[in-house]
């Protein structure tokens, strides 16, 4: 059964343990097939998933912003990088340039980004189910599951495909 969005973080601190263990065994073996695998898991999660019905990444979470992100998206609203960082980023406890709040102020009313064609790499990637050496993200992962019902799926998926 897939949890609801307003279930997924108490499913996802439930698995928690057996999440950890499946990843702490996955880097001590990891299979040759791994990034095939995971491929194949994210485009079947997401050819029935549709972001745009959730958008929960975006109203929890901010993504971080790359120097290569605060150019294209400034240069994108038409404003000086330094503008476009006053107005809409501070810097966190790690020294990253992160959104000042959340949910996104470039979420729209109907999940849709409004800076969609420019955004942020950390955005254009999430949640990450689909990246080379997967097994080197596993923290990430284990945040984003409690995050993305999509990465919720293809984790147990996973589970089921790769036992270890």
Excluded: W
């Amino acid at each position: 059964m897939k949890p609801t969005l307003n279930e997924l973080p108490k499913e996802a601190k439930d698995k928690h343990i057996e999440n950890k263990k499946y990843f702490d065994k996955l880097k001590k073996k990891t299979p040759k097939n791994l990034d095939y695998v995971m491929q194949y898991l994210h485009d079947a999660e997401f050819k029935k998933t549709d972001c745009l019905k959730c958008a929960n990444c975006c109203k929890t979470t901010g993504p971080l912003f790359t120097s290569a992100d605060i150019e294209r998206v400034s240069k994108y609203l038409r404003q000086k990088p330094q503008q476009f960082i006053e107005q809409y980023l501070r810097v966190d406890e790690d020294q990253d340039y992160v959104l000042q709040s959340v949910p996104c102020t470039f979420l729209d009313h109907e999940n849709a980004c409004m800076i969609y064609d420019v955004r942020p790499k950390a955005c254009r990637e999430f949640p990450h189910t689909d990246r080379k050496k997967f097994q080197q993200i596993t923290d990430i992962t284990l945040k984003n599951i409690a995050i993305c019902p999509a990465a919720f799926n293809i984790l147990e998926e996973m589970k089921k495909k790769l036992p270890l």
